[in-house]
């Protein structure tokens, strides 16, 4: 009798915290905001990912202060709705948040992206023109001639200590 209530027990609390885990899952959906790229130039195209099933939505959409509001739109294969955004020319340079409004749930991410002020710069072909300055050009001739010398009197030693 014991074992039967037991196993009564053990199954209503079984169907319980199965029928629980949908519903939790859905309280934290949306569940992720990605910004690409995370540092980027006024006027700049903004690609914004969102994980979760609510955001497939139709009216989901996300919102800045940096960019006027952008419409969500599903990515096939998978719970991740997609939007690209152009961040304001007047925008002020600094970071900004993003908050995504899917199915009467919002999600914000502090500080999702940084706005710069100019071009991004970038490497080798980047935007940055500037060459080695006359104080840079100082400074490498200098450690160049430290080097020679250094190199000339440690050359002088060792022929010096070969003699004797």
Same mark, same amino acid.
């Given at each position: ?16 915290? &199965?029928?629980?885990?949908p519903a939790a899952s859905a309280w934290a959906d949306p569940t992720n ?9 006024? &006027? ?12 497939q939505a139709p009216g989901s959409k996300i919102t800045s202060p940096a ?11 998978? !719970? ?49 023109? !500037? &060459?080695?300055? !006359? ?30």
């Open positions: 009798m014991r074992t039967t209530r037991a196993l009564a027990v053990a199954a209503a609390a079984v169907g319980a915290v &199965g029928l629980a885990a905001i990605v910004a690409m790229p995370s540092v980027i130039p006024k &006027g700049g195209h903004l690609t914004v990912t969102v994980d979760g099933t609510s955001c960019f006027p509001d952008a419409q969500l739109h599903k990515i096939d294969g998978g !719970s991740t709705s997609s939007a690209t955004a152009i961040v304001h020319t007047n925008a002020t340079p600094g970071a900004y948040d993003i908050t995504a409004h899917c199915g009467g749930k919002t999600l914000t991410r502090p500080a999702a992206f940084t706005v710069i002020h100019g071009g991004v710069r970038g490497g080798i072909g980047g935007s940055s023109t !500037s &060459g080695a300055t !006359s104080t840079d050009m100082a400074i490498g001739g200098a450690l160049v001639a430290a080097a020679v010398v250094g190199g000339g009197v440690f050359w002088m030693r060792r022929r010096a200590e070969n003699r004797a």
